[in-house]
């Protein structure tokens, strides 16, 4: 495995210990996403979860069925029948659907109003490419925050003011070109 990446998972794997809980609706945001992708059963979901977090996070069964039956319950999912090996799938319905995509706007709407708080290191980090071109992304991404954490951590021991400048210098540009990239996929949804 890439230094970038075991260092990256060091420090995740740090954040994760010693944070009291995943944001609020991060479960069941995360949840309702996959379910529209293909009917899963809890463990798949949390298979899931696990796979697209690098391995760091994988939500109990204490959170994912209490949420299942709650999804349920409101009529965002229904419980597909039983199969023969006894998994229990749900499948995200239309208000299912409908519910994910007012979550969206809304959080579209919060962030056009500049009310909302950046986003989490959880929904960062979360994986949802298909293919190889995707990965190598993501897993370049998280070794930018590997760095980035390193780099704090040295500045907060050795403060110096040609690395803090230097640093301030690429991240201002990288920031100027993931802008760009975003401008110009703004244009092709238009």
Known sequence: MDSHIERFHSHLHHLVQH?????????????????????????EIADEIERRTAGQWRPGPGSIYPLLAWLQKNGYTIKQPVEKNRIKRYTLTEAGRQFLEEGKMLSA???????????????????????EMAWELHKSMMGLISAFSDFNTAMNHKLSKNAISDAKKVVHEATKKIEAINQSLKKLDS
């Open 19 to 43: 944070t009291t809980q995943v944001p609020k609706g991060f479960l069941r945001h995360k949840t309702l996403e996959l379910l529209r992708e293909k009917p899963m059963s809890g463990s």
């Open 109 to 131: 709407k919060l962030e056009k109003e500049e009310r909302a708080v950046a986003p989490c290191l959880m929904d960062i980090l979360w994986f949802n490419g298909h293919d």
